[in-house]
């Protein structure tokens, strides 16, 4: 599966969690292909969360993600149940205005309450696109990849120098270097790769030809 020419979305409940579902795979295809980064909720309700929005930006900028590529709003977190229609609104202007071929969200692994919304209203937004589904692992629960995307010992680095762009989340052990690299080994001894990120599959759309 080549990403090749295409436009690819990467959507995400909260700043960081792109990053940590798929930085490495952002790292490996954004010279490649246009990479939009969409993140739903700034955080900024929250005072012990002031600094995230600026560490999202060093973030992107450090997987080079484009300037003009990256978004991050301001729905309300632990509350976007509440904004379900807004939401699905919001992300159906996306789709008319960019034209995705391809769209990357939360698992449906993943329990936390805003993941669970933006995957739901992210099937409805990009009907007849190819979706599918990243792992954020502190809200996980029995995720099992069945996409497992090759990535190089230079986009795991990246991955890892992403997160640490989040200085506030420095203690959390899901920012942990040892960890990060683990899971991409580990899933790319599922590949037998070296490393590899990996995603559950919602659909695929293609043409053999």
Same mark, same amino acid.
Request: charged residues 25%; proline residues 2%.
């Given at each position: ?14 700043p960081d969690?792109?990053? %940590?579902?798929?930085?490495? %795979?952002?790292s ?6 246009e990479?939009?980064?969409i ?9 012990l969360?002031?600094?995230?929005? /600026?560490e999202?930006?060093?973030?992107? +900028?450090?997987l080079?993600?484009?300037?003009? +590529? ?9 509350r976007?149940?509440h ?11 996306? /789709?008319?205005?960019?034209? &995705?071929d ?7 692994a993943?329990?936390?309450?805003? +993941?669970?919304t ?5 099937l ?8 599918? #589904?990243?792992?954020?692992?502190r809200?996980? +629960? #029995?995720?099992?990849?069945?996409l %497992? ?9 990246s991955?890892?120098?992403a ?13 942990s &270097?040892?960890l990060t690299?683990?899971i991409?080994?580990? /899933?790319?001894? %599922?590949?037998?790769r070296k ?15």
């Amino acid at each position: 599966m080549k990403f090749i020419g295409k436009k690819v979305f990467f959507i995400g409940a909260h700043p960081d969690d792109i990053e %940590l579902g798929c930085g490495a %795979l952002i790292s490996n295809i954004v010279n490649d292909v246009e990479v939009f980064c969409i993140t739903l909720s700034d955080n900024q309700k929250n005072p012990l969360l002031k600094n995230v929005v /600026n560490e999202f930006t060093e973030s992107m +900028h450090s997987l080079g993600v484009k300037k003009d +590529h990256r978004f991050i709003e301001s729905f309300e977190t632990r509350r976007f149940k509440h904004d379900r229609q807004e939401i699905l609104e919001y992300l159906l202007a996306l /789709n008319r205005k960019y034209q &995705p071929d391809t769209v990357f969200v939360h698992t449906d692994a993943d329990l936390h309450q805003d +993941h669970q919304t933006v995957t739901q209203e992210s099937l409805r937004a990009f009907r007849g696109i190819s979706l599918f #589904g990243y792992d954020v692992i502190r809200s996980s +629960h #029995g995720f099992s990849p069945k996409l %497992l995307i090759e990535v190089s010992e230079s986009n795991v680095e990246s991955k890892i120098k992403a997160l640490a762009c989040y200085q506030t989340y420095k203690d959390k052990y899901y920012f942990s &270097p040892e960890l990060t690299r683990a899971i991409l080994i580990r /899933n790319g001894a %599922l590949a037998e790769r070296k490393y590899a990120e990996g995603f559950n599959i919602f659909r695929i759309i293609s043409a053999i030809k």
